[in-house]
């Protein structure tokens, strides 16, 4: 089991950017692939970007390609996410998660996360 807790949220401009940390606790984390998803109000959980436990493979939600950037620090425990060029849509509240499982494509926040973070809430304003 590995315990998260999220944070770097906080209110910005549109075209700005912000930075996530993700602090695990426990000794297993180096072993779990881990994501971002978010929950915008109104909206289904959806993933954002995951990282597998060697970093060398990301993937990222279409939405975000290009502008998000994923990275995790197994020496620190920890798992971050850089967002750039921030647009009012990105709005919501972000959460760490470690992965149950890895795909080549999307993850599904109901059946491939075995841990989530409370979350952290990110609003970005137009």
């Known amino acids: 089991q590995v315990q998260l807790v999220e944070s770097g949220g906080g209110l910005v401009q549109a075209g700005g950017s912000l930075s996530l940390a993700c602090a695990a606790s426990?000794?297993?984390?180096?072993?779990?692939?881990m994501g971002w998803f978010r929950q915008a109000p109104g909206k289904e959980r959806e993933f954002v970007a995951a990282?597998?436990?060697?970093?060398?493979?990301?993937l990222y939600a279409d939405s975000v390609k290009g502008r998000f950037t994923i990275s995790r620090d197994n020496g620190k425990n920890a798992v971050y996410l850089q967002m750039n060029s921030l647009k009012p849509e990105d709005t919501a509240v972000y959460y760490c998660?470690?992965?149950?499982?890895?795909?080549?494509?999307?993850?599904?926040?109901?059946?491939?996360?075995?841990?989530w973070g409370k979350g952290t809430l990110v609003t970005v304003s137009s």
């Open positions: 426990g000794r297993t984390f180096s072993s779990y692939a």
């Open positions: 998660a470690a992965l149950a499982t890895w795909r080549s494509g999307s993850f599904s926040s109901t059946y491939d996360v075995s841990n």
């Open positions: 990282i597998k436990w060697s970093s060398v493979s990301t």
